[in-house]
Protein backbone atom coordinates (compact mmCIF):
# COMPACT_ATOMS: atom_id res chain seq x y z
CA UNK A 1 0.00 0.00 0.00
CA UNK A 2 1.44 3.35 -1.06
CA UNK A 3 0.42 5.07 2.63
CA UNK A 4 2.72 2.28 4.34
CA UNK A 5 5.79 3.81 2.50
CA UNK A 6 8.28 6.81 2.73
CA UNK A 7 9.23 8.30 -0.65
CA UNK A 8 13.30 9.53 -0.23
CA UNK A 9 15.58 11.36 -2.00
CA UNK A 10 19.26 10.90 -1.05
CA UNK A 11 22.02 13.12 -2.85
CA UNK A 12 25.63 13.63 -1.93
CA UNK A 13 27.33 16.88 -3.70
CA UNK A 14 30.80 18.00 -3.41
CA UNK A 15 29.88 21.68 -4.56
CA UNK A 16 33.42 23.62 -3.96
CA UNK A 17 34.04 24.29 -7.74
CA UNK A 18 30.48 26.07 -8.02
CA UNK A 19 31.48 28.43 -5.65
CA UNK A 20 34.25 29.42 -7.62
CA UNK A 21 32.41 30.45 -10.67
CA UNK A 22 28.83 30.94 -8.48
CA UNK A 23 27.34 33.27 -11.12
CA UNK A 24 26.98 31.17 -13.88
CA UNK A 25 27.50 27.01 -12.00
CA UNK A 26 25.10 27.84 -9.05
CA UNK A 27 22.41 28.75 -11.75
CA UNK A 28 22.63 25.60 -13.70
CA UNK A 29 23.44 23.40 -10.53
CA UNK A 30 20.12 24.09 -8.58
CA UNK A 31 18.18 24.16 -11.79
CA UNK A 32 19.16 20.13 -12.34
CA UNK A 33 19.32 19.44 -8.63
CA UNK A 34 15.17 21.23 -8.48
CA UNK A 35 14.55 19.32 -11.41
CA UNK A 36 15.88 15.93 -10.10
CA UNK A 37 13.20 16.52 -6.79
CA UNK A 38 10.54 17.23 -9.40
CA UNK A 39 10.72 14.13 -11.29
CA UNK A 40 10.68 12.01 -8.24
CA UNK A 41 7.99 14.28 -5.94
CA UNK A 42 9.89 12.89 -3.00
CA UNK A 43 8.35 13.09 0.27
CA UNK A 44 11.75 13.59 2.42
CA UNK A 45 14.90 15.13 0.62
CA UNK A 46 18.74 14.82 1.76
CA UNK A 47 21.13 16.66 0.81
CA UNK A 48 24.85 16.48 1.98
CA UNK A 49 27.45 18.67 1.00
CA UNK A 50 31.46 18.60 0.91
CA UNK A 51 33.34 21.69 0.41
CA UNK A 52 30.55 24.29 0.96
CA UNK A 53 31.62 27.73 0.21
CA UNK A 54 34.22 26.45 -2.23
CA UNK A 55 37.75 25.15 -2.30
CA UNK A 56 39.07 28.97 -1.20
CA UNK A 57 36.39 28.78 1.61
CA UNK A 58 37.50 32.23 3.09
CA UNK A 59 37.13 34.20 -0.04
CA UNK A 60 33.71 32.04 -1.43
CA UNK A 61 32.05 31.39 1.88
CA UNK A 62 30.29 34.53 1.62
CA UNK A 63 28.08 33.04 -1.78
CA UNK A 64 26.90 30.28 0.81
CA UNK A 65 23.83 32.50 2.13
CA UNK A 66 23.05 32.87 -1.54
CA UNK A 67 22.95 29.29 -1.90
CA UNK A 68 21.07 28.51 0.79
CA UNK A 69 18.22 31.46 0.43
CA UNK A 70 17.86 30.58 -3.55
CA UNK A 71 17.08 26.98 -2.34
CA UNK A 72 14.38 27.86 0.32
CA UNK A 73 12.91 30.55 -1.94
CA UNK A 74 12.33 28.51 -4.82
CA UNK A 75 9.39 27.76 -6.22
CA UNK A 76 9.86 23.72 -6.58
CA UNK A 77 10.51 23.28 -2.56
CA UNK A 78 7.59 25.56 -1.16
CA UNK A 79 5.93 22.53 -0.22
CA UNK A 80 8.47 21.29 2.05
CA UNK A 81 7.08 23.31 4.43
CA UNK A 82 9.93 22.34 7.29
CA UNK A 83 13.47 22.25 6.69
CA UNK A 84 16.82 22.03 9.17
CA UNK A 85 20.51 23.23 7.26
CA UNK A 86 23.46 22.25 9.01
CA UNK A 87 26.96 24.69 7.71
CA UNK A 88 29.79 24.27 8.47
CA UNK A 89 31.29 27.35 8.23
CA UNK A 90 34.00 28.09 10.77
CA UNK A 91 37.07 28.04 9.05
CA UNK A 92 38.59 29.75 11.89
CA UNK A 93 38.17 27.04 14.11
CA UNK A 94 41.14 24.97 12.29
CA UNK A 95 40.69 21.98 14.91
CA UNK A 96 37.34 21.12 14.23
CA UNK A 97 35.93 22.91 10.21
CA UNK A 98 35.14 20.06 8.13
CA UNK A 99 33.10 22.73 5.35
CA UNK A 100 30.37 19.95 5.40
CA UNK A 101 26.72 21.21 4.82
CA UNK A 102 23.32 19.02 5.58
CA UNK A 103 20.05 20.02 4.47
CA UNK A 104 17.14 18.01 4.76
CA UNK A 105 13.41 19.24 3.33
CA UNK A 106 10.00 17.96 4.66
CA UNK A 107 7.13 17.83 2.33
CA UNK A 108 3.96 19.02 3.91
CA UNK A 109 1.80 15.81 3.13
CA UNK A 110 4.34 14.13 5.64
CA UNK A 111 3.66 13.80 9.01
CA UNK A 112 5.20 12.61 12.32
CA UNK A 113 8.76 13.61 11.57
CA UNK A 114 10.91 13.93 14.48
CA UNK A 115 15.03 14.42 14.65
CA UNK A 116 17.21 13.30 17.86
CA UNK A 117 18.92 15.30 20.08
CA UNK A 118 22.33 13.94 20.87
CA UNK A 119 22.76 15.53 24.17
CA UNK A 120 19.41 14.94 26.11
CA UNK A 121 18.90 11.73 24.08
CA UNK A 122 15.47 12.35 22.78
CA UNK A 123 13.45 12.94 19.63
CA UNK A 124 12.26 16.92 19.14
CA UNK A 125 9.34 17.13 16.38
CA UNK A 126 10.23 19.26 13.29
CA UNK A 127 8.29 22.28 12.87
CA UNK A 128 8.98 25.13 10.76
CA UNK A 129 12.19 25.77 8.50
CA UNK A 130 15.76 26.47 10.33
CA UNK A 131 19.40 27.00 9.33
CA UNK A 132 22.13 26.59 11.38
CA UNK A 133 25.25 27.88 10.03
CA UNK A 134 28.52 29.38 11.24
CA UNK A 135 30.13 27.58 14.11
CA UNK A 136 27.86 24.73 14.86
CA UNK A 137 29.45 22.63 17.78
CA UNK A 138 26.62 23.45 20.49
CA UNK A 139 23.92 22.40 17.96
CA UNK A 140 22.48 19.31 19.95
CA UNK A 141 20.47 17.82 16.73
CA UNK A 142 23.76 16.95 14.85
CA UNK A 143 27.01 15.02 15.75
CA UNK A 144 29.95 16.15 14.48
CA UNK A 145 33.77 15.34 13.81
CA UNK A 146 36.71 16.22 11.86
CA UNK A 147 38.94 13.48 11.64
CA UNK A 148 42.12 13.56 13.71
CA UNK A 149 45.52 14.72 12.61
CA UNK A 150 47.36 11.53 13.44
CA UNK A 151 45.12 9.75 10.94
CA UNK A 152 47.24 11.49 8.39
CA UNK A 153 50.92 12.77 9.77
CA UNK A 154 52.78 12.68 6.53
CA UNK A 155 50.02 15.11 4.93
CA UNK A 156 48.41 18.22 5.47
CA UNK A 157 45.42 18.81 8.06
CA UNK A 158 42.54 19.16 6.09
CA UNK A 159 38.98 19.81 6.40
CA UNK A 160 37.55 16.15 6.41
CA UNK A 161 35.19 14.53 8.53
CA UNK A 162 31.26 13.46 9.03
CA UNK A 163 28.40 14.94 10.32
CA UNK A 164 25.57 13.03 11.20
CA UNK A 165 21.73 13.34 12.15
CA UNK A 166 19.12 10.56 13.30
CA UNK A 167 15.37 10.46 12.13
CA UNK A 168 12.42 9.13 13.12
CA UNK A 169 9.54 9.10 9.97
CA UNK A 170 6.47 7.48 11.05
CA UNK A 171 8.03 5.30 13.72
CA UNK A 172 11.16 4.71 10.91
CA UNK A 173 14.31 5.52 13.34
CA UNK A 174 17.53 5.78 10.42
CA UNK A 175 20.80 7.58 10.58
CA UNK A 176 21.63 10.31 7.99
CA UNK A 177 25.59 10.46 7.90
CA UNK A 178 27.52 13.18 5.56
CA UNK A 179 31.18 12.13 5.30
CA UNK A 180 34.33 13.35 3.49
CA UNK A 181 37.26 11.24 3.11
CA UNK A 182 41.07 12.01 2.39
CA UNK A 183 42.13 12.65 -1.43
CA UNK A 184 45.01 11.34 -3.61
CA UNK A 185 47.48 14.31 -3.58
CA UNK A 186 49.56 12.84 -5.92
CA UNK A 187 48.78 10.86 -8.92
CA UNK A 188 52.34 9.32 -8.65
CA UNK A 189 52.25 8.50 -5.55
CA UNK A 190 49.12 6.61 -5.64
CA UNK A 191 50.32 4.70 -8.54
CA UNK A 192 53.47 2.87 -6.32
CA UNK A 193 51.48 0.33 -4.89
CA UNK A 194 48.08 -1.42 -4.25
CA UNK A 195 46.15 -0.62 -2.25
CA UNK A 196 47.70 2.91 -2.13
CA UNK A 197 48.88 4.94 0.11
CA UNK A 198 45.67 7.19 0.33
CA UNK A 199 43.51 4.26 -0.08
CA UNK A 200 44.92 3.08 3.54
CA UNK A 201 44.55 6.69 5.11
CA UNK A 202 40.65 6.65 3.76
CA UNK A 203 40.20 2.92 5.07
CA UNK A 204 41.65 3.95 8.48
CA UNK A 205 39.42 6.65 9.01
CA UNK A 206 36.06 5.18 7.42
CA UNK A 207 36.78 2.13 9.78
CA UNK A 208 37.26 4.48 12.95
CA UNK A 209 33.93 6.32 12.17
CA UNK A 210 32.09 2.95 11.89
CA UNK A 211 33.51 1.46 14.63
CA UNK A 212 32.74 4.90 16.43
CA UNK A 213 29.29 4.68 15.68
CA UNK A 214 29.32 0.74 16.52
CA UNK A 215 30.40 1.62 20.34
CA UNK A 216 28.87 4.74 21.18
CA UNK A 217 26.10 5.15 23.66
CA UNK A 218 23.07 5.12 21.12
CA UNK A 219 20.82 2.69 20.08
CA UNK A 220 21.93 1.17 16.77
CA UNK A 221 19.58 2.10 14.12
CA UNK A 222 20.15 1.75 10.24
CA UNK A 223 22.24 3.57 8.96
CA UNK A 224 22.66 5.73 5.40
CA UNK A 225 26.46 7.02 4.91
CA UNK A 226 26.51 9.48 1.49
CA UNK A 227 29.06 11.96 0.91
CA UNK A 228 32.46 12.14 -0.59
CA UNK A 229 34.53 9.19 -0.19
CA UNK A 230 36.94 9.71 -2.23
CA UNK A 231 37.31 6.40 -3.49
CA UNK A 232 39.38 6.12 -6.45
CA UNK A 233 40.44 3.09 -9.03
CA UNK A 234 43.67 1.26 -8.41
CA UNK A 235 45.81 3.71 -10.14
CA UNK A 236 48.47 1.44 -9.91
CA UNK A 237 46.78 -1.96 -11.53
CA UNK A 238 45.01 0.43 -14.00
CA UNK A 239 48.18 1.62 -15.40
CA UNK A 240 49.92 -1.67 -15.80
CA UNK A 241 46.75 -2.21 -18.25
CA UNK A 242 46.91 0.63 -20.11
CA UNK A 243 50.23 0.56 -20.55
CA UNK A 244 50.93 -2.98 -21.43
CA UNK A 245 52.98 -2.90 -24.46
CA UNK A 246 55.14 0.69 -23.71
CA UNK A 247 57.79 1.76 -22.44
CA UNK A 248 58.27 4.36 -20.25
CA UNK A 249 60.42 7.49 -19.28
CA UNK A 250 60.76 8.91 -15.67
CA UNK A 251 61.46 12.93 -15.78
CA UNK A 252 62.39 14.56 -11.88
CA UNK A 253 61.91 17.50 -11.06
CA UNK A 254 62.77 19.50 -7.55
CA UNK A 255 64.49 17.80 -5.17
CA UNK A 256 64.65 15.36 -7.72
CA UNK A 257 61.85 13.69 -7.61
CA UNK A 258 59.44 11.97 -9.96
CA UNK A 259 57.59 14.45 -11.78
CA UNK A 260 55.95 13.16 -14.82
CA UNK A 261 56.13 9.38 -16.43
CA UNK A 262 55.23 9.39 -20.06
CA UNK A 263 54.32 5.96 -21.69
CA UNK A 264 55.27 5.74 -25.08
CA UNK A 265 54.36 2.68 -27.77
CA UNK A 266 57.04 0.54 -28.86
CA UNK A 267 58.59 1.13 -32.28
CA UNK A 268 56.67 4.58 -33.23
CA UNK A 269 57.30 6.61 -29.77
CA UNK A 270 53.33 7.86 -29.58
CA UNK A 271 52.37 9.00 -26.21
CA UNK A 272 49.87 6.76 -25.31
CA UNK A 273 49.81 7.83 -21.14
CA UNK A 274 51.16 10.85 -19.25
CA UNK A 275 50.98 10.59 -15.24
CA UNK A 276 52.29 13.66 -12.94
CA UNK A 277 51.48 14.78 -9.26
CA UNK A 278 48.18 16.45 -10.98
CA UNK A 279 47.53 15.32 -14.16
CA UNK A 280 46.61 11.97 -15.96
CA UNK A 281 46.26 12.26 -19.58
CA UNK A 282 45.07 8.92 -21.66
CA UNK A 283 45.53 11.42 -24.92
CA UNK A 284 43.17 10.12 -27.67
CA UNK A 285 41.77 7.41 -25.93
CA UNK A 286 40.88 9.47 -22.63
CA UNK A 287 37.38 10.18 -23.51
CA UNK A 288 36.54 6.46 -25.05
CA UNK A 289 37.87 4.70 -22.10
CA UNK A 290 36.93 6.47 -19.30
CA UNK A 291 33.53 7.95 -21.10
CA UNK A 292 32.42 5.21 -23.25
CA UNK A 293 33.84 2.40 -21.49
CA UNK A 294 33.53 3.07 -17.82
CA UNK A 295 31.72 -0.10 -17.22
CA UNK A 296 35.10 -1.88 -17.73
CA UNK A 297 36.55 0.18 -14.93
CA UNK A 298 34.63 -0.81 -12.44
CA UNK A 299 37.49 -4.14 -11.41
CA UNK A 300 39.31 -1.68 -10.81
CA UNK A 301 36.77 0.33 -8.01
CA UNK A 302 38.41 -2.23 -5.01
CA UNK A 303 37.72 0.47 -2.36
CA UNK A 304 34.05 -1.00 -1.33
CA UNK A 305 35.82 -4.13 -0.70
CA UNK A 306 37.31 -3.41 2.83
CA UNK A 307 34.23 -2.58 3.99
CA UNK A 308 31.65 -5.26 2.25
CA UNK A 309 30.88 -6.80 5.93
CA UNK A 310 29.82 -3.67 7.24
CA UNK A 311 28.36 -1.66 4.15
CA UNK A 312 26.67 -2.18 1.11
CA UNK A 313 25.63 -0.16 -1.97
CA UNK A 314 23.17 -0.54 -5.11
CA UNK A 315 24.79 -1.27 -8.09
CA UNK A 316 26.74 1.55 -10.20
CA UNK A 317 25.08 2.26 -13.48
CA UNK A 318 26.43 5.70 -14.02
CA UNK A 319 29.99 7.05 -15.13
CA UNK A 320 32.64 7.83 -12.61
CA UNK A 321 31.49 11.16 -10.82
CA UNK A 322 34.78 12.99 -11.04
CA UNK A 323 36.68 15.37 -12.12
CA UNK A 324 34.30 16.96 -14.64
CA UNK A 325 35.17 19.64 -16.74
CA UNK A 326 34.63 23.03 -15.08
CA UNK A 327 33.52 24.66 -18.06
CA UNK A 328 29.77 25.80 -18.40
CA UNK A 329 29.75 24.53 -21.54
CA UNK A 330 30.90 21.14 -21.31
CA UNK A 331 29.22 18.86 -19.32
CA UNK A 332 30.39 15.75 -20.76
CA UNK A 333 33.77 15.71 -20.40
CA UNK A 334 36.62 14.50 -17.72
CA UNK A 335 39.28 17.24 -16.79
CA UNK A 336 43.48 15.63 -17.18
CA UNK A 337 43.96 16.02 -13.87
CA UNK A 338 43.13 12.78 -12.06
CA UNK A 339 41.82 9.21 -12.97
CA UNK A 340 38.06 9.36 -13.37
CA UNK A 341 36.47 7.60 -10.49
CA UNK A 342 33.37 7.09 -8.44
CA UNK A 343 34.96 9.44 -5.64
CA UNK A 344 31.03 10.24 -4.42
CA UNK A 345 28.69 7.43 -2.91
CA UNK A 346 25.73 6.64 -1.12
CA UNK A 347 25.97 3.48 1.02
CA UNK A 348 24.16 2.16 3.62
CA UNK A 349 24.26 -0.30 7.14
CA UNK A 350 23.56 -4.12 6.47
CA UNK A 351 20.51 -3.26 8.94
CA UNK A 352 19.25 -0.52 6.35
CA UNK A 353 18.08 -3.29 3.61
CA UNK A 354 15.20 -4.05 6.26
CA UNK A 355 13.51 -0.67 5.97
CA UNK A 356 14.25 -0.45 2.13
CA UNK A 357 11.24 -0.95 -0.27
CA UNK A 358 11.91 -3.17 -3.36
CA UNK A 359 9.85 -4.73 -5.88
CA UNK A 360 8.20 -4.29 -9.16
CA UNK A 361 6.61 -1.36 -8.31
CA UNK A 362 9.49 0.46 -6.37
CA UNK A 363 12.88 0.41 -7.29
CA UNK A 364 15.55 1.95 -5.95
CA UNK A 365 17.62 4.20 -8.22
CA UNK A 366 20.89 5.14 -7.87
CA UNK A 367 22.18 7.75 -10.73
CA UNK A 368 24.06 10.95 -11.09
CA UNK A 369 22.44 14.35 -11.49
CA UNK A 370 23.05 16.66 -14.44
CA UNK A 371 24.45 13.92 -16.60
CA UNK A 372 24.93 16.28 -19.60
CA UNK A 373 25.36 19.54 -17.91
CA UNK A 374 28.23 21.27 -15.77
CA UNK A 375 27.84 20.39 -12.56
CA UNK A 376 31.42 21.38 -11.03
CA UNK A 377 34.28 18.70 -10.89
CA UNK A 378 31.99 16.32 -9.23
CA UNK A 379 28.55 15.19 -10.50
CA UNK A 380 25.74 14.74 -7.63
CA UNK A 381 24.92 11.50 -7.09
CA UNK A 382 21.63 10.48 -5.97
CA UNK A 383 19.69 7.28 -4.59
CA UNK A 384 15.65 7.45 -4.90
CA UNK A 385 14.00 4.91 -2.35
CA UNK A 386 10.73 4.02 -0.97
CA UNK A 387 11.40 3.28 3.29
CA UNK A 388 9.17 1.58 4.98
CA UNK A 389 6.72 2.70 8.03
CA UNK A 390 6.35 1.13 11.42
CA UNK A 391 2.82 -0.23 11.41
CA UNK A 392 2.77 0.10 15.27
CA UNK A 393 -0.63 2.68 16.50
CA UNK A 394 -0.16 5.80 17.64
CA UNK A 395 -1.65 6.60 20.75
CA UNK A 396 -2.61 10.55 21.14
CA UNK A 397 -1.35 12.65 23.99
CA UNK A 398 -4.72 12.73 26.33
CA UNK A 399 -4.51 8.80 25.89
CA UNK A 400 -0.84 8.56 27.09
CA UNK A 401 -0.75 7.27 31.12
CA UNK A 402 1.95 8.11 33.27
CA UNK A 403 3.27 4.56 34.33
CA UNK A 404 4.57 4.16 37.56
CA UNK A 405 8.47 3.73 38.01
CA UNK A 406 9.79 0.19 38.69
CA UNK A 407 10.70 0.97 42.46
CA UNK A 408 6.97 1.72 43.25
CA UNK A 409 6.49 -1.45 41.47
CA UNK A 410 5.78 -3.91 44.36
CA UNK A 411 4.44 -7.50 43.16
CA UNK A 412 3.89 -9.92 46.22
CA UNK A 413 6.54 -13.43 45.50
CA UNK A 414 7.44 -12.14 41.92
CA UNK A 415 11.30 -11.37 41.02
CA UNK A 416 11.49 -9.22 37.88
CA UNK A 417 14.58 -9.61 35.85
CA UNK A 418 15.74 -7.71 32.87
CA UNK A 419 17.88 -9.22 30.14
CA UNK A 420 19.40 -7.78 26.55
CA UNK A 421 19.78 -9.92 23.24
CA UNK A 422 21.61 -7.57 20.91
CA UNK A 423 19.64 -4.27 20.89
CA UNK A 424 16.61 -6.27 22.19
CA UNK A 425 15.41 -5.52 26.30
CA UNK A 426 12.91 -7.90 27.67
CA UNK A 427 11.59 -8.01 30.86
CA UNK A 428 10.99 -10.86 32.54
CA UNK A 429 8.31 -11.79 35.53
CA UNK A 430 9.16 -15.21 37.55
CA UNK A 431 6.60 -15.91 40.10
CA UNK A 432 6.42 -18.64 43.07
CA UNK A 433 5.85 -21.62 41.38
CA UNK A 434 9.05 -20.62 39.42
CA UNK A 435 7.32 -19.86 36.08
CA UNK A 436 9.25 -17.56 34.06
CA UNK A 437 7.27 -15.12 31.61
CA UNK A 438 8.43 -12.64 28.86
CA UNK A 439 6.19 -9.76 29.41
CA UNK A 440 7.59 -6.62 27.51
CA UNK A 441 9.94 -6.21 24.51
CA UNK A 442 11.52 -3.30 23.83
CA UNK A 443 13.69 -2.57 20.87
CA UNK A 444 15.85 0.21 19.19
CA UNK A 445 14.67 -0.50 15.65
Known amino acids: MEG ?3 KVLLVSANVGSIFEDPEHMLKLWLREFLKCVSYYEPEFVALHCQEVGGKNYEASMQHVNQFVKAMLGCEELQKYDRARVFLDEDYTAADKFTALGNLYFIHESLEDVSIWDFVECKFITVEGREVLSGNIENVQIKEKAKF ?6 EFKWSRKGFIRTRWNVKNCLYDLVNIHLFHDASNIVAMQRSPSVYSDNRKAAFL ?12 KVPMFIFGDFNFRLDINLLVQDLTAKTKSQQIKGKKDQVAKIVYTEEGNGKVVLTVETKGFDHHEKHSEVFSKRAKSLQRYDMEMQSYKDKVSEFEISF ?9 VNDGLSYMKTRCPSWCDRILMSQSAKNIIVIDEKHKPRYDIIGRETCMGDHKPVYLYLNLKRSQAPTVSAPELLQLPTATEVIIPSTQVKISHVDTTKYIHIRQQNGASTRVFRETSV
Open 208 to 219: HTLQRFEQDQYD
Open 4 to 6: SYT
Open 148 to 153: PQDFFP
Open 319 to 327: PPSYPFCED
